[in-house]
Structures are given as structure tokens and as C-alpha cells.
């Protein structure tokens, strides 16, 4: 069993800043891409960024220029460094991972639980 735990959302004003975590734990052989969605009110799920086992990166248009994902491999945990927050970043930020659990060297799809950024205005 694998359990992505997500930290760090919360309420910040206009062109501030936070940062997310998601760790991964349990039974765990190799995490390939790792990424974070959000969902706000009334809208669909939408992707914010992905990086590679190898590091590449890839963003929302929105996003570019404001948000940094990095990955710490030894610790499992994604990141991402969300600077300049406009009010239209609200939502629901919740992390995923593509994890190989033993003896699979195949992945599965894994969701953290989700974590509240509000920006205010």
C-alpha cells in the first residue's frame, strides 16, 4: 500500500508565495513522473505541472514563470514553489505519482488527499 501525504497549502494574498510537499510512503520500488493538479470549485481537475524521474519539467501555460516543481528522490516528495499567486490559482492543489510497487516493476497511478490554496485579493 503507498499513501502520498500533501503539506504546506493555506491562505496567502496576491503575489505571495507557498509551498507544497507530497511525500510518498509504504511499499515503494520506484516512482517514475511525479506531478501536481488542482481543482477548483465548479471546474474540472486540471494539470499544473509534471517532472520526470530524470528531472524534465512541463507546465501550464498559466503557470509558467510563477511555479517551480522539483523532486527529491532519496525522500520521495515532490514540491512545487508557487510564487506571484493570483487570485485564479485558488483550488485544491492534490499531488500524483506514477509508483512500481514489489515485485512490479509496472506503475500505478497515486493521489495525495489534497491540499486548500486560497488566494486572496
Known amino acids: 500500500q503507498v499513501q502520498l501525504v500533501e503539506s504546506g497549502g493555506g491562505l496567502v494574498q496576491a503575489g505571495g508565495s507557498l509551498r507544497l510537499s507530497c511525500a510518498a510512503s509504504?511499499?515503494?520500488?520506484?516512482?517514475?513522473?511525479m506531478g501536481w493538479y488542482r481543482q477548483a470549485p465548479g471546474k474540472q481537475r486540471e494539470l499544473v505541472a509534471t517532472?520526470?524521474?530524470?528531472?524534465?519539467?512541463n507546465y501550464a501555460d498559466s503557470v509558467k514563470g510563477r511555479f517551480a516543481i522539483s523532486r527529491d528522490n532519496a525522500k520521495n516528495t515532490v514540491y512545487l514553489q508557487m510564487t506571484n499567486l493570483k487570485p485564479e490559482d485558488t483550488a485544491v492543489y492534490y499531488c500524483?505519482?506514477?509508483?512500481?510497487?514489489?515485485?512490479?516493476?509496472?506503475?500505478?497511478?497515486?493521489w495525495g488527499q489534497g491540499t486548500q490554496v486560497t488566494v486572496s485579493s
Open positions: 500524483n505519482m506514477g509508483v512500481a510497487t514489489p515485485p512490479s516493476v509496472f506503475t500505478n497511478d497515486y
Open positions: 509504504g511499499s515503494i520500488f520506484s516512482i517514475r513522473a
Open positions: 517532472i520526470t524521474s530524470r528531472g524534465s519539467t
